[in-house]
């Protein structure tokens, strides 16, 4: 059984991490820029990131088998500073073509100001102009139906963004139908503190089905770790579904996503029917 981890945060995460990855049968991960956990002070800060993204985790991760992949933006975290969002924004469109970048993320809102609103419709710019796919962060906790409307809202209003392009990441049931009824790829991010349990994950899949869905952990440097995509999968199964299943919403699903950019090599495998 293969696994992709489409939202992981690898450069938060200790070798032991992908270790256990390899073991459990994780083959691939997309790693998002983020919040470090902190407010970086300057763009060179964020260019020493993206080097490391590109550079310092595809070599970690590949000598376990796995293949790295990551998306450039500054997030929402940080773009309140406008001037600062600004200079990070000019280093990435070079980047783009790097053989390891699928596209522009995680970009999005944290708290819906219009700082952050600024920022994100002029990355969403840049990805347009540059024909990037998009992977986006919603808020948290009690903004995120505000801030995913508001997110959707600006994307539908671009006649140059395709829906099917587009990842609305860390939804939730009152969440997924705005993303999936417009168009868009929802993303579940298994994160207990903040976002939603393994069986929570579970049964989002049974009520609202697997269609352009797929399920993460989001593991950073918060409580939070690599193990929970994989309780996820076990807690699929012990609720009946088969392995096939499981192939189609933790490793196809992706697959179908990335597939849209010409550097993601790999390709949803058949699945049995009865």
């Known amino acids: 059984m293969k696994i992709i981890d489409p939202h992981i945060h690898c450069v938060s995460r200790t070798t032991d991490d992908y270790l256990y990855m390899a ?52 997030n929402a975290k940080e773009a309140e500073d406008v001037a600062l969002s600004r200079e990070v924004i000019a280093l990435i469109p070079p980047l783009l ?3 390891l970048v699928l596209g522009v993320g995680e970009i999005g809102l944290n708290k819906n100001t219009r700082n952050e609103i600024t920022i994100f419709e002029e990355q969403v710019d840049m990805a347009a102009k540059h024909d990037q796919m998009i992977l986006i962060h919603t808020p948290h906790l009690a903004d995120k139906h505000k801030g995913t409307g508001i997110i959707t809202s600006i994307l539908k209003n671009d006649a140059r963004i395709k829906p ?6 860390h939804c ?19 994160y207990p ?31 939070s770790s690599p193990t929970l995509l994989t309780d996820t999968v076990l807690e699929f199964r012990r609720r009946g579904h088969s392995e096939q299943e499981v192939t189609e919403v933790f490793y196809n699903n992706p697959c179908r996503f990335f597939g849209q950019s010409p550097k ?5 495998e058949s699945v049995a029917t009865d």
């Open 23 to 74: 073991r459990a049968g994780v083959v691939a991960v997309s790693e998002p820029a983020f919040w470090a956990g902190y407010d970086r002070s300057s763009a060179s800060s964020f260019a020493d990131y993206f080097r490391h993204l590109l550079e310092v985790e595809p070599k970690r991760a590949a000598r376990y088998g796995i293949d790295h992949f990551a998306w450039l933006c500054i």
């Open 264 to 268: 993601w090599k790999r390709k949803p």
């Open 193 to 223: 503190v903040t976002k939603m349990t393994p069986a929570r994950a579970c049964d989002i899949l049974e009520v609202y089905g697997r269609e352009k869905i797929y399920v993460n952990s989001a593991s950073d440097w918060g409580e």
């Open 172 to 190: 939730e049931e009152h969440t997924l139908r705005i993303a999936r009824d417009a168009g868009f790829w929802a993303g579940l991010t298994v």
């Open 164 to 169: 099917e392009r587009v990842l609305i990441d």
């Open 97 to 99: 073509s790097h053989p």
